[in-house]
């Protein structure tokens, strides 16, 4: 089992750039940690994925790729988005989700396989 917690949050104008932050607690084993947003009244949508045995990264897509990066500590611990030139349709609530093993699709099905959940950290571009 794992705890996340996000933090990194927050309101930037447009082109800004904010870098979030997914600690998660040290479980045995291999696993994968990504990062999901929602706006309101939208789908929830995937951004990228960390696999810890192989030290893979996706990304939902090449818009995405870029602008936004997935990285990590050295131990593993802590997952990072760091996000540039934000604009207002990125305005969501960003969410770091992790499971046991592959990584599985940045897609709203795919997110349901993801059994661990941060409580989200809000971020609003004007």
């Known amino acids: 089992h794992v705890q996340l917690v996000e933090s990194g949050g927050g309101s930037v104008q447009a082109g800004g750039s904010l870098r979030l932050s997914c600690e998660r607690s040290?479980?045995?084993?291999?696993?994968?940690v990504a990062w999901f947003r929602q706006a309101p009244g939208k789908e929830r949508e995937g951004i990228a994925a960390f696999y810890t045995q192989s030290g893979d990264t996706y990304y939902s897509d090449d818009s995405t790729k870029a602008r936004f990066t997935i990285s990590h500590d050295r131990a593993e611990s802590t997952i990072f988005l760091q996000m540039n030139n934000l604009q207002p349709e990125d305005t969501a609530m960003y969410y770091c989700?992790?499971?046991?093993?592959?990584?599985?699709?940045?897609?709203?099905?795919?997110?349901?396989?993801?059994?661990?959940w941060g409580q989200g950290t809000q971020v609003t571009v004007s």
């Open positions: 989700a992790a499971k046991v093993t592959l990584c599985s699709p940045l897609t709203p099905s795919g997110s349901r396989q993801y059994n661990y």
């Open positions: 040290y479980s045995a084993g291999f696993w994968c």
